[in-house]
């Protein structure tokens, strides 16, 4: 028995040694998306010589609307190829894992055993788990083509010099403003061309957000000028100039007076009645979007993947219009949402039936049916000029506006981190800063953010 | 002080005897007077507490009724009510159809058929080895059995994925019910249960001969037979809800259930979802549950209690029927009426 415990104790202290002696890499940052180079690209055409299946993952559901436009994509892709290519068509396989966690842990489990799909749908907070595994996008679209994506939707797609993931379940976080109640306080509404061309001019401030909002509060009626479901994290940091992790999100950067900034700014609109307490109902995220398209808030902070549905909601009831969050020092719209990654563990010819799947998927008619049915935006400047956009634009405004945003880029010297941390970091950020909320927004800023800071640290520390 | 006669013991109203007459005190008659009040209000805050635990358990049920005849705005709105104006119940039929219930429901009985219809192979057997059979490496393979218990599911799906993965058991029946065939908690309950058989019994068949094999089907499995429908009716309940297991051990619909349906209404990024359609859908999954409660719940307190005979709820006077006549009884006591 002595022996055998004796074996299991060498062998786990032989993985320890090994696991410390990992070479690690040396990366600093990202990198250029357009990297000046020769790419060792994917031919372009039909790809393969026989029929083909492969398997593609996606973290919606089967049955909710934005799982059920993709279904659709996928049956039109395959309807396509049987006709197209009867004797060397693609067959795609949708699988619908329910959550990005399920699809992660899943995924995870299957790349070991090599048992992965060859393309799936990740959460952008996510790419960067899939490192090794992902193919450079770089190799299958050309520099015009990635040229073509709006500069909003590439904010996460390079992680240590690698393109990983094609913009595809694209969103944006930002104000969706209730346009009747800001013209009642008479103050004129913000421009956002004018914040994408020239943003120094622009008048939209965190300090006019605070008055706005204070006008067209009405605690009579019990009407609030402003709802989010917390802090916006990114947003609250990158307009005063700062990113909340390093690079290559290995370390937390916000431990100084722009973070705490942050936190005694969102308490302040709490506490000064003008904003509903994220932390008094735990549906609060839903119950202030049906407040929303009630007429009962003025501005509200959400995804714009639900903009198209409050719309639809709202009708001729009110005038609504989209805003991004307002400036410090510059301006920033954070992307959401997520890409598509193509593994690159699997035989050359379901790699290129892979991409010639992803291919089909980023053609402007595509992109356009997804969003239009789905919620999300387009991805491309091109496919925003097509007749069908158009004309959805004509009967939801608010969209054509909301994908203007994503023009937004930071100034210089500016990045957006990406790394293997980040989605877990990202998700015990936004649960620590609800503290600033609880004991009706009584607690301290600097408490809060110390204890924000440890525990993202922390995270950031055990899992890069 | 005056003094209260009080009569008790009176036989008849013509009786010749004298009826016996106890001389009480005014302080006790006051006495009895209160200790009978305090009785009655112990009694109404005895209903009170049993009404409202018993609200607590029926009003998530009822809101979720109430959340799935409303519309989407008046559902979003999370109203802690229960009243609706005007009932929607074609969200039935709307959650029915856009969760694909037609297709997820066959899936999910044939989940649940397999599941009962082949883990009695397994389990039966095994749990009757463990409590009546004396073998080499039993408690080694119990113990086994048991840490399998202890470990949380969470931690164990991507292993098992991964080997599932290897040996070709995702997206197929089989690798979905494998586990279920030899739950432990299955071996455990009908092993405590036939442990409880006295050794006489055993004893007595095996000096008639009796194989174990006899012994098990004609002389135990009769004996514990209450123990089966509650074991019948605990898996039935945890395999039709059955959600991360059937997501993660299938890839495509074809093996998908209707939880995984149902949960997958909630999914909507960026969107508030449509709850009165997710609690119509939660609803309709429910209804064969809370059918099978219904007429099986005498059954499984008789199994976790002990004891034999089988007897369905609907039998004799139902519980609600009971309940008001005790509380009737309670307050219209003859008996009091007369004493005082």
Redesign the interface.
């Known amino acids: 028995m002595k022996r055998i415990l004796l074996i299991v104790l060498m062998s786990l202290i032989s993985l320890l040694l090994i696991s410390c002696f990992e070479p690690t890499r040396e990366f600093n940052e990202n990198g250029e998306i357009y990297e000046d180079k020769e790419w060792d690209m994917f031919e372009s055409g039909h790809l393969v010589t026989e029929p083909v299946k492969i398997s593609y993952w996606s973290a919606h559901s089967a049955v909710d609307h934005q799982g059920l436009a993709q279904n659709k994509l996928v049956d039109q892709f395959n309807a396509m190829q049987r006709e197209t290519y009867p004797d060397s068509y693609i067959e795609v396989v949708p699988s619908f894992q329910g959550g990005y966690i399920t699809q992660n842990t899943k995924l995870q489990a299957a790349l070991m055993g090599n048992n992965n799909p060859e393309i799936a749908a990740i959460g952008i907070s996510s790419l960067a788990l899939y490192l090794d595994y992902a193919v450079d996008m770089r190799e299958i679209f050309t520099y015009d083509e990635i040229r073509n994506i709006y500069e909003g939707f590439l904010q996460f797609a390079m992680y240590q010099g690698k393109f990983i993931g094609y913009p595809y379940f694209a969103a944006t976080n930002a104000f969706i403003v209730n346009k009747t109640r800001w013209n009642e306080t008479e103050i004129p509404f913000p421009n956002i061309t004018e914040m994408v061309e020239n943003p120094e001019n622009s008048p939209w401030t965190w300090e006019l957000l605070e008055e706005v909002t204070s006008l067209m509060t009405n605690k009579n009626e019990d009407i609030y000028g402003l709802a989010s479901n917390g802090i916006a994290i990114y947003e609250s940091l990158f307009t005063q100039g700062i990113a909340p992790y390093n690079p290559i999100a290995t370390k937390a950067t916000f431990d100084n007076e722009k973070g705490e900034k942050m936190f005694e700014y969102w308490q302040n609109l709490v506490l000064n009645g003008n904003m509903k307490n994220p932390a008094e109902d735990p549906n609060h995220n839903t119950k202030i979007q049906a407040a929303f398209t009630n007429d009962e808030i003025g501005m509200l902070f959400a995804s714009s993947s639900g903009f198209q549905n409050m719309s639809q909601q709202i009708g001729d009831d009110f005038l609504i219009d989209v805003l991004p969050f307002p400036k410090v020092t510059n301006f920033y719209s954070n992307q959401s949402g997520g890409g598509i990654i193509i593994f690159n563990n699997k035989s050359s010819t379901r790699q290129k039936a892979a991409v010639e799947f992803l291919r089909w998927l980023q053609a402007d008619d595509q992109i356009v049916q997804f969003a239009t049915e789905a919620g999300y935006l387009p991805t491309t400047y091109s496919s925003t000029e097509t007749d069908k956009w158009l004309s959805h634009v004509e009967l939801y405004p608010i969209m054509g506006k909301t994908i203007e945003l994503m023009r937004i880029t930071l100034p210089e010297g500016l990045y957006v981190p990406s790394g293997r941390a980040k989605a877990l970091a990202d998700d015990d950020f936004g649960k620590y800063t609800r503290g600033i909320f609880l004991d009706g927004a009584t607690r301290d800023p600097k408490e809060v953010l110390r204890d924000t800071f440890d525990r993202v640290n922390t995270i950031l520390n055990q899992n890069s | 002080m005056e003094n209260i006669f009080i009569e008790t013991n009176l036989k008849t109203k013509d009786t010749f005897y004298s009826p016996v007459i106890e001389e009480l005190t005014y302080r006790q008659y006051k006495a009895i007077k209160v200790k009978n009040r305090v009785k009655y209000v112990l009694t109404i805050l005895n209903y009170l507490i049993m009404i409202i635990v018993g609200i607590t358990f029926l009003y998530p049920f009822l809101w979720m009724l109430s959340m799935s005849l409303r519309t989407?705005?008046e559902a979003?709105?999370?109203n802690p009510g229960l009243i609706v104006g005007k009932l929607h119940w074609n969200n039935y039929i709307e959650a029915w159809h856009?969760?694909?219930m037609g297709v997820y429901v066959g899936n999910s009985i044939t989940y649940a058929v397999l599941v009962l219809g082949l883990q009695y192979f397994f389990i039966v057997p095994a749990a009757y080895a463990f409590a009546r059979m004396e073998f080499k490496g039993n408690k080694l393979l119990f113990w086994v059995k048991q840490i399998g218990m202890m470990l949380p599911g969470e931690a164990t799906?991507?292993?098992i994925?991964?080997f599932y993965?290897?040996v070709g058991l995702?997206d197929k029946w089989t690798g979905l019910i494998l586990p279920s065939l030899v739950s432990m908690f299955g071996i455990y309950m009908f092993m405590n249960h036939f442990k409880a058989i006295p050794d006489e019994i055993v004893e007595s068949a095996k000096l008639d001969k009796a194989s174990h094999a006899k012994i098990m089907l004609k002389i135990m499995i009769p004996m514990i037979f209450p123990v089966f429908i509650t074991h019948f009716l605990l898996t039935f309940i945890s395999n039709w809800n059955s959600y991360?297991w059937v997501?993660?051990m299938t890839?495509?619909?074809k093996l998908?259930t209707l939880p995984?349906?149902v949960?997958?209404?909630?999914?909507?990024?960026?969107?508030?979802?449509e709850?009165h359609k997710v609690m119509a859908g939660n609803i309709l999954q429910l209804a064969p549950i809370l059918l099978m409660y219904m007429f099986g719940s005498s059954q499984m307190k008789r199994a976790m209690i002990g004891g034999r005979k089988i007897k369905f709820a609907s039998d004799k006077e139902g519980k609600i029927k009971t309940f008001f006549k005790r509380i009737t009884k309670g307050f219209t006591s003859k008996e009091t009426k007369e004493k005082y």
Do not use: C, H, Q
């Open positions: 989407y705005t979003i709105s999370f856009k969760a694909k799906f991507i292993p994925y991964f993965s290897k995702i991360y997501m993660v890839n495509t619909e998908k995984v349906a949960r997958g209404l909630l999914r909507v990024e960026g969107v508030a979802p709850w």
